[in-house]
C-alpha cells in the first residue's frame, strides 16, 4: 500500500511538472510569434490595398501599449487605468482624472 501511495505521489508530481512545462513553452512561442513582424511590407500594403487588420490602436492614456484588435485594448486600459488612477490619488487626491469619462465608457462597454 504504501509502494501504490509513493508511486501515486510521483505520477502527481511527474503530472504538474509537464504541466507546467507545457505552459511555459506555450507563453514563449506565442510571444516569439506576436514578435514576428514586416513592418515595411505591411506599410507598402496598406497604402496599396484595404486591412481587414487595424494595427494602430495605442492606448491614449500611458501612449506605450499598441494593441491589435479592440479588446485587447480594452483589457490593457482598464488595467493602465487602475494603475493610472492610483498613481495620481498618490500625487494629487483632490483633482479627478482627466480622462475619467472616457476610460469609463472602454471599461464598461462589452
Same mark, same amino acid.
Given at each position: 500500500? *504504501?509502494? *501504490?501511495?509513493?508511486? %501515486?505521489?510521483? %505520477?502527481?508530481?511527474?503530472?504538474?511538472?509537464?504541466?507546467?512545462?507545457?505552459?511555459?513553452?506555450?507563453?514563449?512561442?506565442?510571444?516569439?510569434?506576436?514578435?514576428?513582424?514586416?513592418?515595411?511590407?505591411?506599410? #507598402?500594403?496598406?497604402?496599396?490595398?484595404?486591412?481587414?487588420?487595424?494595427?494602430?490602436?495605442?492606448?491614449?492614456?500611458?501612449?506605450? %501599449?499598441?494593441? %491589435?484588435? #479592440?479588446?485587447?485594448?480594452?483589457?490593457?486600459?482598464?488595467?493602465?487605468?487602475?494603475?493610472?488612477?492610483?498613481?495620481?490619488?498618490?500625487?494629487?487626491?483632490?483633482?479627478?482624472?482627466?480622462?475619467?469619462?472616457?476610460?469609463?465608457?472602454?471599461?464598461?462597454?462589452?
Amino acid at each position: 500500500m *504504501i509502494d *501504490i501511495n509513493q508511486e %501515486f505521489q510521483t %505520477f502527481l508530481n511527474q503530472k504538474e511538472t509537464l504541466i507546467n512545462l507545457i505552459r511555459e513553452t506555450n507563453k514563449k512561442i506565442i510571444s516569439q510569434i506576436t514578435d514576428i513582424e514586416l513592418p515595411s511590407l505591411q506599410k #507598402l500594403l496598406s497604402s496599396k490595398f484595404a486591412s481587414t487588420k487595424t494595427l494602430d490602436l495605442k492606448c491614449d492614456i500611458c501612449d506605450k %501599449f499598441t494593441g %491589435f484588435n #479592440l479588446k485587447s485594448l480594452s483589457v490593457h486600459k482598464r488595467k493602465c487605468s487602475t494603475n493610472n488612477n492610483n498613481n495620481k490619488e498618490d500625487t494629487s487626491s483632490d483633482t479627478p482624472a482627466e480622462n475619467n469619462t472616457i476610460v469609463e465608457r472602454y471599461v464598461y462597454n462589452k
